[in-house]
T-cell receptor, first 113, second 116 residues
């Protein structure tokens, strides 16, 4: 079946350092979504990428969709303690039967002050 | 708009019992999806309901079932609980805009189920 993989599984950074998480799909994606889950919280939608090679920015966060639409990345510049959490990519596919979201395993980010 | 609400927030059950979890979606959202989140398996899709019909189902045993009511509220039931069912159960609602191929999931706070 379709798989979505993410690396690294964990990342510990010093506050102010950059952070990148990578997402890879075994199949070509129509779109990709990114979610953030704070410790003890629930996943919160961050962004959706649609076009091949698309790059979107949200303040210090930069999201990129690969040219082949099989991979994506999330880069955080100058991390802050508020960036702590787990970042998930997701294949938000919907077919004739309805939604069938496939989430990656997530990258857990720790930021040391 | 109020967000997705789930009740109860915490639940402790023993093996063999059954449990029912409830989810109220964002007003106007007709799709409700359920997920199981565990440290080892991550976020696993259970099923999706739309207009009171189950449209899609993940790879879970038949002990996991659900339903959706006419007001879009949804319930999830797990029968004959096993230790491995201990997890955070998340419900997510989405708008489902016709003509688009994807929807954004708005998650509730989850129900933390512990099976002893």
């Amino acid at each position: 079946g379709q798989q979505v993989m993410q690396i690294p599984q964990y990342q510990h950074v010093q506050e102010g350092e950059d952070f990148t998480t990578y997402c890879n799909s075994s199949t070509t994606l129509s779109n990709i979504q990114w979610y953030k889950q704070r410790p003890g919280g629930h996943p919160v939608f961050l962004i959706q990428l649609v076009k091949s090679g698309e790059v979107k920015k949200q303040k210090r966060l930069t999201f990129q969709f690969g040219e082949a639409k099989k991979n994506s990345s999330l880069h955080i510049t100058a991390t802050q303690t508020t960036d702590v959490g787990t970042y998930f990519c997701a294949d938000p596919s919907r077919d004739n039967y309805g939604q069938n979201f496939v989430f990656g395993p997530g990258t857990r980010l720790s930021v040391l002050p | 708009k109020a967000g997705v609400t789930q009740t109860p927030r915490y639940l402790i059950k023993t093996r063999g019992q059954q449990v029912t979890l409830s989810c109220s979606p964002i007003s106007g959202h007709r799709s409700v999806s359920w997920y199981q989140q565990t440290p080892g398996q991550g976020l696993q899709f259970l099923f999706e309901y739309f207009s009171e019909t189950q449209r899609n189902k993940g790879n879970f045993p038949g002990r996991f079932s659900g339903r959706q009511f006419s007001n879009s509220r949804s319930e999830m039931n797990v029968s004959t609980l096993e230790l491995g069912d201990s997890a955070l159960y998340l419900c997510a609602s989405s708008l489902v805009v016709s003509g688009t191929s994807t929807d954004t999931q708005y998650f509730g706070p989850g129900t933390r189920l512990t099976v002893l």
